[in-house]
């Protein structure tokens, strides 16, 4: 059993960064591939970014290639989302989320966080 909590979110200009970051408990987190998910308001919820178990390799969705940045710290479970040159576009509830390390990519989600909102303003 794996629990996610996010933080990291609030309103920020449009040209800024926040770094959101997901601590998760218990203690397979290492044997989970990690990622990032947004939903907008009336769209579906899609991966932003992800990474593998041990971090060395690394998915992004085009709209965020070059200008977000994942990250997880496998001594102390955490995943971080860097998030630079902010686009109202990217307004959305963030997500973090687990999944099996078969599943390519978080096609399949064991885990899911609360979410936490983010808010480009123009």
């Known amino acids: 059993q794996v629990q996610l909590v996010e933080s990291g979110g609030g309103l920020v200009q449009a040209g800024g960064s926040l770094r959101l970051s997901c601590a998760a408990s218990g203690r397979s987190f290492s044997s989970h591939v990690m990622g990032w998910f947004r939903q907008a308001p009336g769209k579906e919820r899609e991966l932003v970014a992800g990474?593998?178990?041990?971090?060395?390799?690394?998915y992004y969705a085009d709209s965020v290639k070059g200008r977000f940045t994942i990250s997880r710290d496998n001594a102390k479970n955490t995943v971080d989302l860097q998030m630079n040159s902010l686009k109202p576009e990217d307004t959305a509830v963030y997500y973090c989320?687990?999944?099996?390390?078969?599943?390519?990519?978080?096609?399949?989600?064991?885990?899911w966080g609360q979410g936490t909102q983010v808010t480009v303003s123009s």
């Open positions: 990474v593998t178990r041990s971090g060395s390799n690394t």
């Open positions: 989320a687990a999944g099996p390390p078969s599943s390519r990519w978080l096609v399949d989600v064991d885990y």
